[in-house]
């Protein structure tokens, strides 16, 4: 986990044990939320979030059959982000860290993309190709 992670909200929302046991690893500075201020400030966002999560993982074909448990710790972790037009998702050559499912929009698979220092500068033959409408 790094920064802005959070923990400890499944036990929260769910009143349940906690699911994980958390070390810190090198010197790290926590946020800590009592419960009473997390439940009345924070629970009814987080469940509708949740649950706007979980009803769209099960529309997935990787997702059928996985209990209901499984699903809400997906939703827990996950996150929602809004790319702009020509945002660069994922980079030929690179590893992932992370696994995208395309809720709304489009994109376009583009390969033989030339990443030079670390993303910095980058050449793509017929840039504007790559997001051209689909015909």
Request: proline fraction near 4%.
């Amino acid at each position: 986990m790094g920064r802005r992670t959070l923990f400890g909200e499944l036990s929260l929302l769910f009143d349940t044990t906690r699911t994980a046991t958390v070390i810190a690893t090198e010197p790290t500075v926590v946020l800590v939320i009592p419960k009473e201020a997390f439940m009345h400030c924070m629970k009814k966002p987080l469940l509708l979030k949740i649950n706007s999560l979980i009803e769209f993982y099960r529309l997935l074909p990787f997702a059928k059959g996985l209990p209901d448990r499984t699903l809400m710790m997906l939703a827990c972790r996950s996150s929602i982000s809004t790319l702009l037009q020509d945002t660069m998702v994922a980079v030929q050559g690179l590893r992932s860290k992370k696994v995208h499912f395309v809720r709304d929009g489009r994109l376009k698979v583009v390969r033989e993309i030339q990443v030079y220092e670390l993303l910095e500068a980058t050449t793509v033959m017929n840039y504007q190709d790559m997001y051209a409408s689909p015909d």
